[in-house]
């Protein structure tokens, strides 16, 4: 079992910067991988960017190209997402989560879910 809770989110200004933590408790093995979502008012959850847990490749969304990052520090069991040059169409819950088999840029390849955190990106 794996537990994710995720944190920093809050509010930025249109052009700033965020960097979003999520920390697992319990076992990431080797296979898993982690990704990060959203999802706005009124819209689906899509993902915003996935990396897997030993190899460290990444993923992501063509929306967020070139301006977040996601990466992982395996001693502390923590993945993140640093988000440079935020827009206002940025604005959505943001959560972490973990998977342990298919591909990782698909969402129903992902079992445990962080409970969310709020960007808001004003203009």
């Known amino acids: 079992q794996v537990q994710l809770a995720e944190s920093g989110g809050g509010l930025a200004q249109a052009g700033g910067s965020l960097r979003l933590s999520c920390a697992a408790s319990g076992r990431i093995f080797t296979g898993y991988h982690m990704g990060w979502f959203r999802q706005a008012p009124g819209k689906e959850r899509e993902i915003v960017a996935a990396i897997t847990w030993s190899a460290g490749l990444t993923y992501y969304a063509d929306a967020v190209k070139g301006r977040f990052t996601i990466s992982r520090e395996i001693p502390k069991n923590t993945v993140y997402l640093r988000m440079n040059s935020l827009n206002a169409e940025d604005t959505a819950v943001y959560y972490c989560?973990?998977?342990?088999?298919?591909?990782?840029?698909?969402?129903?390849?992902?079992?445990?879910w962080g409970q969310g955190t709020q960007v808001t990106v004003s203009s």
């Open positions: 989560a973990a998977g342990g088999r298919g591909a990782y840029h698909l969402l129903a390849n992902y079992n445990y």
